[in-house]
């Protein structure tokens, strides 16, 4: 019985190996030579070998196929692409501006005399000129006539008339000039009111501080205007330091809503304004004025005397947005009349480079010494704040250089905001090419840092906008470059301060390979020393 248990058991044994013709040669030799136990010895250990270098074997496709692969995406910093090459492209494109201009003269051959000293003279400016005989002017239509007439958006006619003795610059866009005018100063007066210098030297200072026009006018004009921006802050400041002794009956909202509010419609494709009132008490002078004469007065450059203090008050905080502040400042009844000293002149309001204005408001004596209330007047006040905020947002101002028809309201001639619309352009694009620019660098230069999609979306849009501004001003299409101009420095400066550009979110490799090395190499190690046995054992089993 016992043997034949064993006789059957050994045959079991045998067919099982029989499958594999390099066990069968091994099963018939262990017949003749050996006895059971030492058969059923040498199966356990072959059993015992292949299930190791198996686990082995797979061990080392779980670590290095998946395992290592996993971890890598797991700990890989998250960098949404970006258009560096577009990005590199902007610094090399010229920036050329197309501008239609209309000349109507009774003479032929004068009109052919100034197409060509136009050609030659914007020759090597950022415009390209495209001058031509005017077609929208009747030789027997007056002034007002001519001013009603409409002139395309960005473009300028030069029209001869003996209705003028000088050149005179109408209220749209129309330039006056009697006949037998000197062609050359007839250009000087082109060229100022397009700005050519004025945009060149913007640009310029941008791109290359430290460098600017040498024109110091011009340089003077564009340190007082504000940092662009598409939103800004109005705050007007009315402040009594005296409201016991003076009582002031005047509410500013409405000479804003009557003078200001006009002026910032026309500019609201440009920026958005919000305005603001409000009254300050019991702030007195820091610096008490000395006396001159009958008069106090007080030097520009003590201004700050008066602005130090109420800075804190003025609630610039209120938002993010640049604030352009305008102080009315009640003369105390003791210091009546006071004036600002500057070039040698009397009066009572200054302006503060890209912060705004300050201006006295003298009572007069008897609403001081009978206690009347003081109405002041809302023309008086409101002319030189109108006159700040043109230097601030940048309005050209060409009466030192030609004569200008008179404007009967707070508004803009039409080629004062052509002139306004080309600057904020070239400003917000250029603002755009920088940031752009620094921002490819850093990410280039630091490949650690996250960029997500939120942050490449808005690159790569803007990218896109400033090629389109491009693309706009070289048709002439000012309001379409002036909208993309305004995208484009929106989403770089959404981009370029972004959060998760400087948020702890990614360890440089140094780090990461610190951290993870001492909790893989113990693993590694063993694994990588049993993949030379693997591969003998896969070579013996399968004979390869």
């Given at each position: ?155 300028l006619q030069l029209i001869e008339t003996n209705s003028v003795d000088d050149i005179i610059v109408g209220i749209g866009r129309n330039i006056y000039f009697p006949p037998n005018t000197d062609i050359t100063l007839l250009m000087d007066s082109l060229i100022r009111l397009l700005q050519t210098d004025a945009l060149s030297d913007s640009m310029i200072s941008m791109l ?93 450059n003590h201004a700050q005397y008066i602005i130090t203090p109420l800075e804190k008050k003025l609630g610039s905080g209120v938002s993010r947005n640049p604030c352009i502040h305008f102080v009315v400042y009640i003369t105390p009844c003791s210091y009546i009349p006071l004036y600002f000293h500057e070039d040698n002149q009397l009066t009572t309001a200054m302006m503060s ?192």
């Amino acid at each position: 019985m016992i043997v034949d248990i064993f006789a059957s058991k050994d045959c079991t044994i045998m067919d099982t190996l029989a499958d594999d013709k390099q066990s069968t040669d091994k099963v018939e030799t262990l017949k003749n030579d050996v006895s059971n136990d030492e058969i059923w010895e040498i199966i356990d250990k072959e059993d015992d070998e292949d299930l190791r270098n198996l686990s082995a074997a797979v061990y080392a496709f779980i670590l290095l196929v998946i395992g290592i692969p996993l971890w890598w995406r797991m700990t890989e910093v998250q960098r949404h692409s970006l258009p560096y090459a577009q990005i590199l492209q902007l610094g090399t494109m010229d920036v050329v501006i197309s501008t239609d201009i209309f000349i109507y003269t009774k003479n032929p051959y004068v009109t052919k005399d100034i197409i060509k000293k136009i050609n030659t003279r914007f020759n090597s400016t950022m415009f390209s000129i495209n001058a031509q005989p005017s077609t929208l002017v009747n030789s027997d239509q007056t002034l007002n006539e001519l001013e009603m007439g409409i002139t395309p958006l960005g473009s300028l006619q030069l029209i001869e008339t003996n209705s003028v003795d000088d050149i005179i610059v109408g209220i749209g866009r129309n330039i006056y000039f009697p006949p037998n005018t000197d062609i050359t100063l007839l250009m000087d007066s082109l060229i100022r009111l397009l700005q050519t210098d004025a945009l060149s030297d913007s640009m310029i200072s941008m791109l290359n501080p430290g460098n600017h026009s040498d024109d110091q006018q011009i340089v003077t004009e564009r340190q007082r205007r504000v940092r662009p921006s598409s939103d800004y802050n109005v705050l007007l400041t009315v402040v009594n330091p005296e409201p016991d002794k003076l009582h002031v009956a005047w509410k500013p909202e409405i000479p804003l809503k009557r003078y200001l509010h006009p002026l910032l419609d026309q500019l609201k494709l440009i920026s958005n304004f919000s305005v603001q009132s409000q009254w300050l008490y019991l702030i007195d002078l820091v610096q008490k004025p000395p006396k001159l004469n009958t008069t106090f007065v007080l030097d520009k450059n003590h201004a700050q005397y008066i602005i130090t203090p109420l800075e804190k008050k003025l609630g610039s905080g209120v938002s993010r947005n640049p604030c352009i502040h305008f102080v009315v400042y009640i003369t105390p009844c003791s210091y009546i009349p006071l004036y600002f000293h500057e070039d040698n002149q009397l009066t009572t309001a200054m302006m503060s480079a890209r912060w705004g204005g300050v201006q006295f408001l003298n009572a007069d004596q008897i609403s001081c010494n009978e206690s009347v209330s003081f109405i002041p007047d809302d023309l008086s006040i409101m002319t030189p704040i109108i006159t700040q905020f043109h230097s601030l947002i940048g309005v050209p101002n060409m009466s030192n250089y030609m004569s200008l028809m008179p404007l009967k309201s707070s508004t803009l001639r039409k080629w004062q905001l052509d002139s306004m619309y080309r600057l904020k352009i070239i400003e917000q694009y250029t603002n755009t090419r920088i940031t752009l620019t620094s921002l490819s660098r850093l990410l280039g230069e630091i490949s650690n840092i996250v960029i997500i999609e939120e942050v490449g979306k808005a690159v790569t849009e803007s990218v896109e906008a400033a090629t389109k501004v491009l693309h706009c001003l070289r048709r002439g299409q000012l309001e379409e470059a002036l909208e993309y101009s305004k995208i484009a420095f929106e989403t770089s400066e959404f981009a370029f301060t972004h959060p998760s550009l400087l948020a702890l979110l990614y360890f440089p490799d140094d780090q990461k390979y610190a951290v993870y090395i001492p909790l893989f190499l113990p693993v590694m190690i063993p694994v990588l020393m049993s993949l030379k046995g693997v591969k003998s054992w896969i070579q013996l089993k399968y004979n390869i």
